[in-house]
């Protein structure tokens, strides 16, 4: 005994030496919280991917994430096209057009690290109802923030692709040729 300080001589004495060790446990546990918290591994559930296409996602720049997303929409059905040349100056936050189904989907696909806020699936929904498209789809190489979800949860119309379901929809297609995946302007009437 002998610690210096009174309380925790108290404390000694009513639960003996095995306090020491529930302390060391208790900062363990906090330690490695808020490791798991810095490497992203507790934003909302968000589990960073891994694999050939996740792989693939992270080294892209902006515009071959386009491609990775128009690509993983087609594994999943969707006929695209991109929104590019000068139509892309004035798109509303749309890079991508999708249909599935005989309706329309609105894409914007964000290559963030940091959570996409709700002000970017709030704008791309409003694009989705000044055109009348009948849903829309924002494809991010990360997570969504907290605020983003919440919003879009109970919002049948709205569709949100993190980096983990891009790379599900894109296991098993040759990313390589995402590049070639580009569409002709004829692709989605």
Known sequence: MGSGFPLWELVEQLYGQTVRYWWLLAGFVV????????????????????????DAIARADWREFERLTGLALREAGYR?????GTA????????????????????????????????VVRELYGEMAARGADGCIVASSGPFGKPAREWADGRREVQLLDGSALARMLDGADVSNAEDETSHPGDVP
């Open 88 to 119: 892309a100056k004035a798109d509303g936050g749309v890079d991508l057009v999708a249909r599935r189904d005989d309706k329309l989907y609105l894409v914007q696909c964000k290559h963030l690290r940091s959570p996409v806020s709700v002000k």
């Open 80 to 84: 695209v096209r991109e929104n590019s």
């Open 31 to 54: 330690l490695s919280v808020v490791a798991l918290w810095a490497k992203g591994g507790l934003v909302g559930g968000y589990r960073k991917p891994k694999g050939p296409a996740a």
